[in-house]
């Protein structure tokens, strides 16, 4: 053997084969996400899931998917969280939230919402709710309003006992030319320990513009037409190249992620990676963050089988029930009823994107003896 070859190493080549939760007992929760139609009293420049009008989800539709949660999933560790719109904006939202608590036996609920009711509406609300996350909207012509309806909720959180703990996340939404004022209120919330992390966002788009120069909707202009409805030409596209904000913001904004700690700093999953190296083939298993798996563009697994409609299930605002945040697959209505799955579907998708559906049990068919198999 010459002395170059006795050098030479094929350079490892690792393939992704499997990923799963990280704890077992993780395997057997259920995590629903309920859509809960598009009304808002907000206008944000970037949002393309608000309008003035759409009606709210009549009642009866909570009271079914309480008795089916609670009578198919009896035996899962179930969340739920509701998202809309602002769902907090329905005429009889602590009814449904006691109803989803109670009746549906829900172990977390949770909402997502822009903070716009009063701090006693809140109050009154995490009697039911086990967490808020606030969405801290700069756009929100009323934003110092919302702070302070943060910050007292969280001094009536922290005087509750253990037995009583409750949790509030704040997101702060990163509108370009404004980060003398996003540090401003992350430091404010910081120094009182309400935990925050920052959002960035991609501008809406006019579909129509693609064909000459990509338009986008600038911040603090409004997407909706007079009439109160989203403008049908608006819309996100993940194809096109945004230059929203500028390089010192992108830097400031990577700093300041890794200062202050994201999101993204604990692990959520098991990764296994087939790794193979001058003809000699091994397993790897590696702790994960799902953020850091998007960020090498890891999360693509179509082909491949995937726990969603067991671990993840979507609700929509008309009734229909989907397998994964996705909507991998339509697996039932409120009216005629779901269960949860029993087998995995193949996924059909090209990009996995949603934080919920990144923590389902999947495997490549060449993984599937590597993974816990989530009892169905
Ligand atoms: S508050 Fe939320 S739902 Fe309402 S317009 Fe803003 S981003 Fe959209
Ligand atoms: S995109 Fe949907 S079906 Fe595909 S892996 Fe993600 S959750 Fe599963």
Known sequence: MSDRESHHHDLPSRRLIAVQPLMPQD?????????????????????DHHDRVSSYVPFEQFEKAAQIIRREFRDRTVELVLTGGEPALHPRFNEIIRLLKEEGQ???LGCMTNGMRPLDFFIDAMKWLDLLIVSYQIENPQREKVLQVI????????????????????????????LEHVKQVADRLRAQQIPCTLRRIRPLLHKSSLKSAPRFVPAYTSPLLADGHLDPDLGHNEDIEVPYYSELELKTLKEWETEWGSVGNFYQVESIYEVTQNGKT??????????????????????????????????????RVFAGTCQAKQIGTLDSGFTLEKAPLICPIQWCRCGTDLKITRFHPDGESMVRRPRP
């Open 151 to 178: 910050e007292g909720l969280h001094a009536h959180l922290t005087s509750l006992s253990e037995a009583n703990r409750r949790w509030l996340h704040v997101q702060i939404m990163v509108v370009p030319g404004e």
């Open 106 to 108: 829900i172990n977390y």
């Open 27 to 47: 395997d057997q929760r259920t995590r629903f996400l309920w859509y809960t139609g598009k009304r808002c009293n907000l206008d944000c420049s970037y949002c």
């Open 282 to 319: 091994e397993l790897i298993r590696e702790k994960q963050n799902i953020n850091d798996a998007i960020m090498r563009r890891e999360n693509t697994y179509k082909g491949w089988y995937c726990w969603a409609g067991n671990q993840s299930i979507y609700i929509f605002d008309d009734g």
